[in-house]
């Protein structure tokens, strides 16, 4: 079906919760205006090469695929979506089926955890997104030994880090059972590393070039904070690391 008309897309779209604002033509865009800014200015941030002719990429933990559809409009030869949890859930999966009809994509998908992938199962790509997984897993420094072996060229990683009133230079990282394994129990901070611990994580996974683009902003106000919670607080982190 050709979706050449505001009134077509939004019959397609009719019962769909969307997380991410994505742009699917005629007009019809999706989430309020500060969820659209908040994105717009993650790209930003994120630096993603502005051409991607020639690359391909793996988006993890892709969602409704706002960056995965966003590589392919840069030109990327190739991308490639995966995630579990969010697609697991009952009409998961919605959103980013509706999108890639919608707009005509070719962007493929496989369901897959973060822990499982390797050369064998998905291949290599030149570039990797980790955008906002990180501080879900079990194993935050197996999933990312598992990123580096499917790397080619560039992975870029954004996080939430840590901001401990003190200590922050240290490389330190709350113990998080994974999400899977909460078991209804509530946990003050997830596997959020301080910006020092993703480094060396990075490091240890075998990455050998880092390059930091983004450390939290209030800084010294969330430091405040939680001084006076007693409670490490956390702001964005964002490295672009290769090999
Ligand atoms: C906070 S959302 C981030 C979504 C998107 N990357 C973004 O930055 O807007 C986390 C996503 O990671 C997925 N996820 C969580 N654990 C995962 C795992 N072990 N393997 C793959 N995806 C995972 C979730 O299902 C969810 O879609």
């Known amino acids: 079906m050709a979706y050449d008309s505001a009134e077509k897309i939004l019959e397609r779209i009719k019962d769909i919760r969307w997380a991410h604002p994505i742009d699917l033509g005629h007009g019809v865009m999706q989430r309020e205006w500060h969820v659209r800014r908040r994105f717009e200015r993650r790209l930003k941030l994120l630096q993603i090469p502005e051409n991607l002719k020639g690359w391909t990429v793996l988006d993890i933990g892709a969602w409704d695929g706002y960056f995965s559809f966003e590589c392919e409009r840069r030109g990327a030869d190739r991308v490639l979506a995966i995630d579990t ?19 005509g994509s070719k962007v493929e998908y496989k369901r897959i955890d973060v822990h499982d992938i390797s050369p064998a199962e998905i291949g290599k790509f030149d ?16 999933g990312l030994e598992r990123i580096a072996s499917i790397t080619k060229k560039l992975l870029i990683c954004e996080t939430h880090v840590l901001l401990p009133f003190i200590h922050e230079r240290h490389a330190l990282i709350p113990f998080f059972p994974g999400d899977e394994e909460t078991r209804g129990q509530f946990y003050d901070l997830c596997a959020i590393p301080t910006l020092e ?47």
């Open 85 to 103: 949890y969010a697609w697991d859930t009952p009409h998961g999966m919605d959103g980013f089926l509706a999108a890639r009809e919608i707009l």
């Open 127 to 142: 570039l990797v997104l980790f955008f906002g997984v990180l501080y879900h897993l079990r194993n935050p420094l197996i």
């Open 197 to 243: 611990c993703l480094k060396q994580m990075l490091l240890a996974a075998g990455f050998k070039h880092l390059d930091v683009k983004y450390t939290p902003s209030f800084r010294y106000w969330k430091k405040f904070v939680a001084l006076v919670r007693n409670l490490p607080q956390s702001g964005r982190g964002i490295i672009h690391a290769k090999f």
